[in-house]
């Protein structure tokens, strides 16, 4: 047994010092690889680069853009953003939208925890030059490219700004009082959709007019007062219709939707009016519960029940509120259709006064544009960014992928080496038991 562990002591021995003996090219065929793998990796550095693009915005960890809408990163490779990236290289008659497109791969290399592991937040596009004139790197096209997709996004998906679009083809067919109600909410709109954004941007100031989006709501109201309540106030005096009979069907129709309407809530509210009586008598007697106050612990009735009731018998009773005043303005306007009286005058007067509210409104509406997009841009610039990556010296030229390579060489000429260690000095025991035999 001692005798197999001096032969195994022996034979290791041998082949540490073949090893050793062979160290400086062993040392020498390591370099060489590593040499050459890094040359290699210099001189094909550009022909595959990569991107990474991260999503920074709170609608992104739901799979959504910053307006809403359902995010596809694959619009990244849409036509249009394709060709526009071409032009801009200046690649318009050498390269194709079919060849980009070929040369990019999209990966979701991140993803948000733990609402969704399947919603991506953090996306690698890779491009390779393989169908790219030489006049220009992947690395540049790459750039150009993400640089076209920022600017596209940006300016699709900041904001959902649908309560700005104003349809005036359709003026001609509203009667004078119908323009009256569907500009009033449309201003209702706008001045809750800039609340909105000035409770979101706090002390944001437009830079460009210094406004902020509480001084575009005043304006939006200011407007109101002083071009709308005029123009509602002059075609109801003087009962402006440009069909009155046809007009008075149409109110007559929605005097009848409304009076359905009052009716249900009315039954509605006398329904939780009727519970609210029978749910106060019944806790009188028993429904005791122990509280804790400023003054220690005490008994008192429960209210969650009669709570609830009571805001739903409140809500339908604003409701029915709501419903009676307008049925006393459809009344009204009913009564007016039956006596138009205005004069030619009167209605060039009414139409001047359109067109008045249709440029003053439209100039305000591209303030409010104006400012939203300088917000839009402060606020969603960095909502999606990217970076390429940098060809320094260790990863331009691999050196880690390199040193890896290299020490399998030295693994292996080592093996080599220990094994010719090994067999020599089985050598030289055959013989040496040969010698002692004769």
């Known amino acids: 047994m001692a005798s197999e562990q001096k032969k195994r002591s022996k034979r290791m021995g041998a082949a540490f010092s073949e090893i050793w003996k062979h160290k400086f090219w062993i040392l020498f065929l390591c370099l060489a690889v590593l040499a050459l793998f890094s040359v290699y990796s210099a001189l094909h550095k550009e022909d595959s680069v990569k991107a990474t693009l991260i999503l920074r915005y709170e609608q992104a960890y739901e799979g959504l853009n910053p307006n809403g809408s359902r995010f596809n990163i694959n619009e990244l490779m849409d036509e249009a953003i394709m060709t526009q990236a071409i032009d801009l290289a200046g690649l318009t008659d050498k390269l194709t939208v079919e060849q980009l497109r070929k040369s990019i791969a999209i990966t979701a290399s991140g993803s948000q925890e733990p609402k969704n592991q399947y919603i991506a937040s953090e996306y690698t596009i890779w491009l390779n030059n393989k169908f790219l004139p030489k ?13 076209t997709y920022k600017n596209y996004f940006l300016k699709n998906y900041g904001r959902n700004d649908v309560v700005l679009k104003i349809d005036w083809s359709q003026t001609r067919a509203w009667e004078y009082l119908e323009f009256a109600n ?16 000035q409770t979101e941007s706090g002390t944001y100031n437009y830079q460009t007019e210094g406004e902020s989006f509480r001084s575009l709501a005043n304006s939006v109201s200011s407007f109101r007062d002083v071009y709308l309540n005029k123009y509602t106030a002059y075609v109801t005096n003087n009962n402006i219709f440009r069909d009155a009979i046809k007009y008075r069907s149409k109110l007559q129709y929605k005097r009848f939707l409304t ?16 519970a609210l009586k029978m749910y106060d008598k019944a806790m009188i007697t028993f429904a005791m519960i122990a509280v804790y106050d400023d003054n220690g612990l005490k008994m008192a009735r429960t209210s969650n029940g009669m709570d609830d009731l009571a805001v739903s018998s409140l809500d339908y009773a604003q409701k029915l509120e709501s419903n009676t005043k307008e049925l006393k303005l ?7 259709t039956k006596f138009p009286s205005a004069e030619v005058q ?3 007067m009414a139409n001047d006064m359109i067109e008045e509210m249709k440029e003053h409104l439209d100039a305000l509406i591209v303030r409010i544009t104006k400012a939203i997009k300088d917000y839009e841009e402060s606020r969603f610039q960095d909502s999606l960014s990217y970076t390429i990556e940098e060809y320094g010296v260790v990863s331009g030229y691999r050196l880690k992928q390199g040193i890896v390579v290299a020490f399998g060489v030295f693994v292996l000429c080592c093996m080599w080496y220990g094994v010719v260690g090994i067999e020599t000095e089985i050598e030289i025991e055959k013989k040496k038991r040969e010698e002692f035999n004769v």
Do not use: F, G, H, P
């Open 346 to 348: 009167m209605y060039l």
């Open 330 to 336: 459809v009344d009204s306007s009913i009564v007016r």
């Open 259 to 274: 009076n359905q309407q009052a009716e249900k809530n009315s039954e509605r509210y006398t329904i939780y009016q009727d």
């Open 182 to 197: 569907i500009i009033d909410m449309k201003i209702n709109n706008i001045i809750a959709y800039l609340e909105s954004l």
């Open 135 to 147: 006049t220009i790197t992947a690395k540049s096209m790459l750039s150009i490219l993400m640089i």
